[in-house]
């Protein structure tokens, strides 16, 4: 599938996003395309680089493993300030310049620190995407949210800016260990139930080659979710308004991955979220309950936990939303289902109903 997003009057140019197996080995011509004559500059996860740069050149992939390649050890623990010092400053050692272009290979926190060199390197230079984990290919290439940690907390430094191009090529994912393909699917559920019905159907409908990691049924689920944020980003680039519905599920799972010290995993937080959401939508009489038992089902599947764990009081969770509520805007935006594929924004629910939730399913 073939995807562009436009964001006329920003002054901003889109993204064009390539879904297929076999985007990579598009990707060369492609980018010589949209870079102008830029001189392109590699940037890989160590990790991907060292499961890839063999096999991709028996694919014929045109990846260079020359001049011009930098890879690096990313992770959360460096998703720092500091490294993005380091690597500014291997780019001034490969002979990087403002005609230079940044291309990220890796997962969510590659691109979101590569996207952020690229919108401060010598006051902004082009960049692509070449996610590989499920999380970056279905979520965080796309929509130009980059930046890095403080110790205060995540993504608390950034930017936005869009990506020239993303290419999502599904075989990636044929490496990538089970614990971050459950991570993955955390936010491809989320996706589905805010906004793709059909989408959801196909899930729980093809769950077994997505756990074979069939090409073919990753590409499918990857388009949804990036159609839809795509969707979602060209109406709203900057999270004024629109773009919260992607926050379905991660207003108590905040809540809940803060509490735990960050223990929790974001998806395992996100699934607890959706649950808590989705019950209170319930209680309201909103939602269909028999739809809250294929959502628990499905996260079950997918082994993403559906109840809180027992160290986890739910008091903690309610007073870790109070404490983020005053520090955002004064208001709780809570997004809730109102059947598989729609959701609404409720302000300020009562709290004393999710209280109840939370208790209802604590472990
Ligand atoms: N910008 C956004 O809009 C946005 C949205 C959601 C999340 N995020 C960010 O994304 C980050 C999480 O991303 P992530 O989950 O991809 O984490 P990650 O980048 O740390 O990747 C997870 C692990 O998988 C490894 N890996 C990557 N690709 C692989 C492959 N094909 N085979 C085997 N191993 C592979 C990595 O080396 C790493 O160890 C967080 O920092 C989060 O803040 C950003
Ligand atoms: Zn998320």
Redesign the pocket.
Known sequence: MRLSIQLPGTGERGSDILIEEGAMERALGEMEVLLGGRRPFWIW?E??AA??LDRARELEWPVRSDEGMIRFR???AN?RLAAIELLARELMRAGADRGGALVAV???????MV?FLAAVFMRGIPHFQIP??L??QV??S??G???V?LPEG??LIGAFHQPRGVWIDPR??S???PE?MR??MA?VIKTAMIGDEVLWRYVESHSESLRKREPEALARIISGCCLFKAHVVEADEKESGRRRVLNFGHTVGHAIEKVSGYEIP?GDAVAMGMMAATTLAVSWGRFPPADLARLEKLCQFWELPTRLPRALSPERVLDALGADKKRVSGALHFVLPVRIGETVEVIDPDLKDLRKVLESLAG
Do not use: C, M, Y
């Not at 890796?106 to 979101?112: A, E, F, M, R």
């Open positions: 996860d990790r991907v499961l890839w990313f992770s959360e998703k890796g997962g969510g926190v590659t691109g979101d996207g590989t984990t999380l970056a979520d965080s796309i929509g949210k980059t930046g940690d995540k993504n990636f994912l490496s990538l260990p971050e991570q993955g936010e974001h």
